[in-house]
């Protein structure tokens, strides 16, 4: 998950960035508007991004409008340290999916951010199922054929990625600026492939069937398939 | 609060007075008119009576008297039966002296002769001053034996007076003169002949009372006719002084008086009830602007100060009152509306660190984290607080006005500027920022040290906020013959174009940019502005050429 932090004030960052790092999604961050637009510049693709509208340099409200003037599809939690109501409508207005005053409880950010990942994935389940592994959002729980299974906070970064994508090819370009961010994506991709392998590893241990396969040239796909495909790939 | 007493009360008060007050003299002005009215009506007609009757009441009277008949209604002529007569007769007794002693020749029988002989009354002739009396008829009101009221009207005739012919309204029986007369008269016994001498007139022609006596026509004596009955006829003469008096009861006068004054009484108790009931009811009328406006004042309060008062056309009175009124409340919702927005952005303001506050303790606390975490989330936490302090205490001072806290002393501008720069020293380095000062001749300023502490602070930290990285803050300090100036300037970029308007708005930073460290600059320069009004001073700022450029300007 690749989320951006838009937000002027130091603490409230730090602690937003904080907050959505322990969800082991990577999290970019900045300080003012022009900073934030030119992330998209560079075309970087954020699954969610938070977006005070109150910042300096291009304005909450003016961003908002541009980014989705542009075609940008991330799901966008605007925050407003003013509990107004027109400028939330005008928030929603210009294309934001929700919004969250200041101040507010970090859970419920960490919770929204959540929800609209799932909206950004077209899931309306918090508990993401495929074949015998099932993966629960909110606690990042994981489980194999109703065994709990511990996962690193890559590994489950990792996992929880797949699962929203289930069933669609992911480049390990992606599944690496979902790791790391956006830095180093050229170098070293056989992180994504050694991660890839703890990960089967973990998911296979009690003898389940394959569900992340790996389409040559391609990236992976998870997909759960019956025991006649058993003898896939690799 | 002390009351002033009720307007209704006094206005009330005053009112029921003046209505008391000209009743009463208005009733006293007509009984007076009316009474007096009825005296002088009453008296002409005795006294036309009198002069009609007296010549035959005399006759009559000498004769009773002749006869021996004290009383008589003889005296009364024909269709006079109301009027009662009484004559008298200054009987010659002591020829020296010269005052008549008048003694009842006859009277008739309902007479008051009784009391009408207490009567001092004047007899005639002339007065001190020796000038004849307007009228020798003289009225007295005389209480008769049945205890009625009568009115005398009492006339002297002296010798020659003749029965006046028709002519007597132009004085023919007025003896003009009479001073004369009298002295004649008394030489006239002097010489022995008290009785049948006269000298009469007869026909005063106008003019004739200027005549004297002696002038006159000499008449033959009346003796022959004197003591003869019948009465004096047309023409007939006596050379005795007479007292011829006339008396009809005053009892209707005195009811129709009675009853008037009752009248008048009624009528003025009645004005006066009505008045007490009206006057009351008028005022209360009239006062009720007073408590329109009174009520209108009472639904005043906070949420509706904007709205203007809802008095239509007060009357000329309150207009004033309304006017000021109206005047205060403006002020009133002008400062109201000032101190709600100020609160507001206030709030606003401490909304931001405490959310920062909040945040990251929430975050600290929702796993284990390592020391070093913890450490940087309470360093954090430390400067937010500290941050917030100042921001209070910038609000306090906002609040309370700057203004009391004038202590004055010698300011030595150029140390206090160089001690604000020095705490800044830490920040500026931060940001490759230094310094350029030009302390002129280090002038001072009798002034509040505090407060040009607290200027000087302000201004540094908000242009070591806002300047260009690595860029040069320039301060100046000069000084001219009337006042003490400086200026603190440096370079930013991008300075919206209302900067130099809105500077001084609590809370309003340029480009609305919150870095981390300008938690209170938007309190700053309004702070600035503050001091420098309650020192006296002005203040002014020029942005232009990415240059924010702040001066202030102290009297000497």
């Known amino acids: 998950m690749r989320v951006l932090v838009v937000e002027d004030y130091g603490p409230i960052r730090g602690a937003v960035v904080t907050a959505l790092r322990d969800e082991g999604w990577t999290v970019e961050l900045a300080a003012d508007g022009t900073t934030a637009h030119q992330f998209f510049k560079d075309d970087q693709v954020f699954d969610l991004v938070v977006l005070d509208l109150m910042i300096p ?106 699962m929203f994508r289930a069933g669609e090819i992911v480049s390990r370009e992606e599944l690496h600026s979902n790791l790391y961010g956006d830095s180093g994506a050229s170098a070293s991709s056989n992180v994504v492939d050694v991660y890839v392998g703890y990960l089967r590893k973990k998911l296979e241990a009690g003898g389940v069937p394959r569900i992340l396969h790996t389409r040559r040239g391609q990236g992976y796909i998870l997909e759960f398939r019956d025991e006649a495909g058993g003898a896939g790939a690799e | 609060m002390k009351s002033g007493g009720s307007i209704q009360r006094r206005l009330t008060v005053a009112a029921l007075l003046t209505v008391g007050v000209s009743v009463g003299l208005s009733g006293v002005f007509v009984e007076r008119t009316v009474r007096e009215r009825m005296v002088a009506g009453a008296e002409e007609s005795l006294e036309t009576v009198l002069r009609i009757g007296s010549m035959r009441a005399t006759g009559e009277a000498r004769l009773a008297h002749r006869e021996g008949r004290e009383v008589s209604e003889d005296l009364v002529g024909p269709g006079m039966s109301q009027f009662s007569w ?27 002769a009784d009391k009408f002989r207490e009567q001092e009354l004047p007899l005639g002739g002339p007065n001190d001053s020796g000038e004849s009396d307007e009228s020798e008829v003289t009225f007295t009101v005389v209480e008769g034996s049945n205890g009625e009221l009568y009115r005398v009207a009492s006339y002297i005739m002296e010798p020659g007076a003749e029965r006046f012919n028709g002519k007597w309204g132009g004085g023919g029986w007025r003896s003009d003169g009479r001073g004369d007369d009298r002295g004649e008269r008394g030489e006239g016994r002097m010489d022995g002949r008290p009785e049948g001498r006269f000298e009469g007139r007869r026909g005063d022609g106008p003019g004739g009372g200027s005549l004297s006596r002696r002038g006159g026509p000499q008449r033959g004596e009346l003796g022959p006719q004197r003591g003869r009955g019948g009465g004096p006829g047309p023409g007939s003469r006596f050379d005795d002084t007479f007292r011829v008096s006339v008396a009809a009861s005053i009892a209707e006068e005195r009811a129709f008086l009675d009853i008037l004054l009752k009248t008048l009484l009624l009528a003025g108790a009645l004005a006066l009830v009505f008045s007490a009931l009206l006057i009351p009811w008028a005022v209360r009328r009239g006062l009720r602007p007073v408590r329109k406006i009174s009520e209108e004042i009472g639904r005043m309060d906070a949420d509706r100060l904007d709205h203007a008062l809802e008095i239509a056309a007060p009357p000329a009175e309150l207009a004033p009152i309304v006017n000021s009124l109206e005047g205060a409340r403006e002020r009133l919702s002008e400062a109201f509306v000032r101190e709600k927005r100020f609160t507001s952005d206030a709030a606003h303001e401490l909304r931001t660190p405490l ?58 501008l150029a140390s206090t500027l160089e001690d604000a720069l020095a705490n800044r020293a830490a920040d500026m380095s931060t940001r490759g920022l230094t310094a350029e000062v030009d302390l002129g001749d280090r002038p001072a300023v009798s002034s509040s040290q505090v407060l040009i502490e607290r200027i000087f602070a302000n201004i540094t930290r908000n242009a070591v906020q806002y300047a260009k990285e690595g860029s040069e803050i320039a301060c100046t300090i000069g000084e001219s013959p009337d006042d003490v100036w400086w200026t603190v300037s440096n370079e930013a970029a991008d300075l919206p174009s209302d900067t130099a308007e809105r500077a001084f708005d609590p809370l309003w930073r340029a480009d609305a940019a919150r870095s981390d460290a300008s938690l209170h600059a938007g309190l700053g320069l309004t702070l600035v502005a503050q001091c420098v009004e309650a020192l006296g001073g002005s203040v002014s700022v020029e942005a232009a050429d990415e240059r924010f450029t702040i001066k202030v300007t102290l009297p000497r």
């Not at chain 1, 908002?64 to 003013?82: M, N």
Request: proline content about 4%.
């Open chain 2, 355 to 412: 959310a920062g506050l909040r945040a990251s303790m929430e975050v600290a606390l929702r796993r284990e984290r390592s020391l070093d975490q913890y450490r940087e989330t309470m360093t954090e936490c430390l400067g937010i607080t500290e941050s917030m302090q100042g921001m209070v205490d910038s609000l306090l001072l906002l609040a309370k006005g700057a203004a009391h806290e004038l202590e004055r002393s010698t300011v030595d």
């Open chain 2, 86 to 112: 009484l004559v008298e007769a200054d009987l010659p007794r002591d020829p020296d002296d010269p005052q008549p002693i008048f003694e009842q020749l006859a009277r008739t029988a309902d007479f008051p």
């Open chain 1, 57 to 162: 340099g291009i304005d909450g409200l003016t961003l908002l409008t541009a980014l989705r003037s542009e075609g940008v599809d991330s799901h966008i939690l605007v925050l407003t340290a003013r509990d107004e109501v027109e400028s939330r409508v005008n928030a929603l207005n210009a294309g934001a999916d929700d919004y969250l005053t200041k101040p507010f409880a970090m859970e419920e950010l960490v919770a929204r951010a959540r929800a609209l990942l799932r909206r950004h994935y077209a899931k309306k389940s918090p508990v993401l199922s495929v074949g015998p592994v099932s993966v629960t959002i909110s606690d990042h729980r994981v489980t194999v054929k109703d065994e709990v299974v511990d996962l690193t906070a890559r590994e489950y970064a990792l996992l929880e990625y797949f």
